[in-house]
């Protein structure tokens, strides 16, 4: 057993590092990247959104990589999707 071990350890020891690695960082990143996708691809009119500026804006247009959104009365301004921090609820 020892000699199986003197043998393979570094290699049992990178897998180890490597399973760690993706259930504790890779794995959690790409459950947020799909949750952040799916919240910018279900973007509609009317949504309340919060951009990473900290300004509360209503969506007025959606499009395919931006969209128009309204921040006052008859002041309605293009941004980027990837610029929203979160979509408020009502």
């Not at 490597?18 to 459950?31: A, D, E, S, V």
């Amino acid at each position: 057993m020892q000699e199986i071990l003197a043998k393979y350890g570094t290699i049992i020891w990178l897998v180890v590092l490597g399973g760690f690695f993706y259930l504790f960082l890779i794995r959690p990143q790409q459950k947020q990247q799909k949750k952040r996708s799916d919240m910018l691809s279900g973007l509609k009119k009317g949504d309340k959104i919060l951009n990473h500026g900290g300004l509360i804006a209503t969506v007025v247009e959606v499009k395919e990589d931006e969209i128009i959104v309204r921040i006052g009365d008859k002041v309605e301004v293009p941004m980027v999707k990837e610029g929203i921090a979160r979509v408020l609820s009502e």
